[in-house]
């Protein structure tokens, strides 16, 4: 009771610019955290937590030894943390830098825009799959991808069936890299990604579908692989890679990760619906009776 009562005392103390002052660090802390997260600077997060965890407990057990020499890390740890992790950090600055106002507020709504853009991509590679002509299609999220835009052509074109399935003909001047799309529109063709190290992928993956895990292993992107020896629709999400996919299931699954308030609605509503005829069919049933 004395613990609670301490608490309420200082809520009593506390000012508007107090209550501001929590409220504004809380929405940065919301808003930043899946930044962190989706730009792979995690392992960078995780290194400083665990280093200033272990020398709280030095403090606490009194480890003079294990405490003095933490002490010497973190003198020079921000330079540590720069050399180590320079490639994490420097994505995560290009991020952050690209990120619009008003995305970051909450105020940007891609649904609507993405639709037609899932429409066209899903009728491309279901052709390109019939077809068996290889492509790999990027769909940025907040990870802006600048980086990757140098090694390619810009494009910046309307998404279509026709302009994604022309770039990547065989015998097109683009067609061999990556294409990516960001806020709706064709931004960049024949872009260069990174392959994934990871020994889980299967030893008869091509290099497209590497590059595809390795892009969602360093990024937010969703990748789309169509294979140009089976002609197999794949994607790769955070690092997994769903293959075999049907154009239906394409669909659905790009739609899940491209458009969550949109498919979060539709399930509502589809729950409502159901909701409303059950409840008619026991009305009829109860009538019957």
Not at 260 to 269: S, Y
Request: glycine share 6%.
């Amino acid at each position: 009771m004395e613990y609670l009562q301490t608490i309420w005392q200082q809520i009593q103390k506390m000012h508007f610019t107090d209550y501001m002052d929590i409220i504004i660090v809380a929405f940065l802390i919301y808003k930043f955290m899946p930044l962190l997260r989706s730009t792979g600077t995690a392992r960078v997060g995780g290194v400083i937590l665990s280093v200033l965890v272990i020398a709280g407990l030095t403090d606490l057990f009194h480890l003079y030894t294990l405490s003095y020499i933490l002490n010497q890390f973190l003198a020079v740890g921000l330079i540590a943390v720069v050399v180590l992790f320079q490639p994490e950090l420097r994505r995560m600055i290009d991020h952050l830098s690209s990120i619009k106002l008003n995305r970051f507020l909450g105020a940007y709504k891609p649904e609507q825009e993405m639709e037609p853009v899932i429409a066209q991509t899903v009728q491309a590679c279901e052709a390109m799959s019939r077809e068996r002509v290889g492509a790999l299609i990027v769909f940025a999220r907040d990870n802006r991808l600048e980086e990757y835009f140098k090694t390619g052509t810009i494009i910046d074109g309307k998404v279509s069936e026709q302009l994604i399935r022309n770039v990547f003909f065989p015998k097109a001047a683009l067609h061999d890299g990556a294409m990516i799309i960001r806020d709706g529109r064709v931004t960049a063709a024949a872009c260069v990604l990174p392959l994934s190290e990871t020994n889980r992928l299967s030893a008869d993956l091509g290099t497209r579908h590497r590059a595809a895990v390795g892009m969602s292993e360093v990024s937010d992107a969703v990748v789309v692989v169509v294979s140009e020896e089976t002609g197999a629709i794949s994607v790769a999400v955070c690092g997994m890679l769903k293959r075999h996919l049907a154009p239906q299931t394409l669909e659905r699954l790009l739609r899940n990760e491209l458009c969550p308030d949109n498919t979060v609605q539709e399930e509502t509503l589809a729950v409502k619906l159901r909701q409303k005829l059950q409840k008619k069919e026991k009305g009829d049933n109860t009538n019957e009776k």
